[in-house]
């Protein structure tokens, strides 16, 4: 019964923005962490930013530290990804992740594509 449906990704030039968003439902979403992941293609799932329930704490891997920020609207039951300063290496499947139960609970993932 966990959802997690995102959106926002798309093809972008390098040096460009996307935000991308998380829609929840199933669970009370005011609860939970909640983290973005992304899979590159031949690569292996890395975890990208965490974010507290409360929406403190935020986590970032060394590799987007800076460009990009987490950030949730617990009242839209929303968890976001605002990418800026975007490199070709950030082309991956991005997907949403509840930090719930044993396990977790993961979205679809939403495509974002970063060339010229």
């Known amino acids: 019964q966990v959802q997690l449906v995102e959106s926002g990704g798309g093809l972008v030039q390098p040096g460009g923005s996307l935000r991308l968003s998380c829609a929840a439902s199933?669970?009370?979403?005011?609860?939970?962490?909640m983290s973005w992941y992304r899979q590159a293609p031949g690569k292996e799932r890395e975890l990208v930013a965490l974010?507290?329930?409360?929406?403190?704490?935020?986590n970032y891997a060394d590799s987007v530290k800076g460009r990009f920020t987490i950030s949730r609207d617990n009242a839209k039951n929303t968890v976001y990804l605002q990418m800026n300063s975007l490199k070709p290496e950030d082309t991956a499947v991005y997907y949403c992740?509840?930090?719930?139960?044993?396990?977790?609970?993961w979205g679809q993932g939403t495509q974002v594509t970063v060339s010229s």
């Open positions: 992740k509840a930090i719930i139960g044993l396990k977790g609970s």
């Open positions: 974010i507290t329930s409360a929406g403190g704490s935020p």
């Open positions: 199933g669970f009370t979403f005011s609860r939970y962490a």
